[in-house]
């Protein structure tokens, strides 16, 4: 069973970045795809970022695409989230998430495991 630490998330201003980090204690990580979900006040859950096993295929929600770059590193049992030109929307618990023998999906009920989240909060 994969336990997921997410960390990096603080108060910024708009504009800023940010990169969050999703450490995974499984051994097995290149077997996962991983996904950042992230849940901001009065809302549901929302799809971020997606990568599938290898990093050969990349998925982002329309809200982030060409701000956030998901990327992962197999030998660091490692998933990174670049956040860039943060917006006050972007204020949001931040979770990542494991798919086991997944490809990468948008969808979180595909995700068996889920961090704790970290709180980015962007001021205007």
């Known amino acids: 069973q994969v336990q997921l630490v997410e960390s990096g998330g603080e108060l910024v201003q708009a504009g800023d970045s940010l990169r969050l980090s999703c450490a995974a204690s499984e051994l097995s990580f290149s077997l996962y795809a991983i996904a950042w979900f992230r849940q901001a006040p009065g809302k549901e859950r929302a799809f971020v970022a997606a990568t599938s096993r290898t990093s050969s295929n990349t998925y982002y929600a329309d809200s982030v695409k060409g701000r956030f770059t998901i990327s992962r590193d197999n030998a660091k049992n490692m998933v990174y989230l670049q956040m860039n030109s943060l917006e006050p929307e972007d204020t949001a618990l931040y979770y990542c998430?494991?798919?086991?023998?997944?490809?990468?999906?948008?969808?979180?009920?595909?995700?068996?495991?889920w961090g704790q989240g970290t709180q980015v909060t962007v001021s205007s």
């Open positions: 998430a494991a798919d086991r023998l997944g490809s990468g999906d948008t969808r979180a009920y595909r995700y068996e495991y």
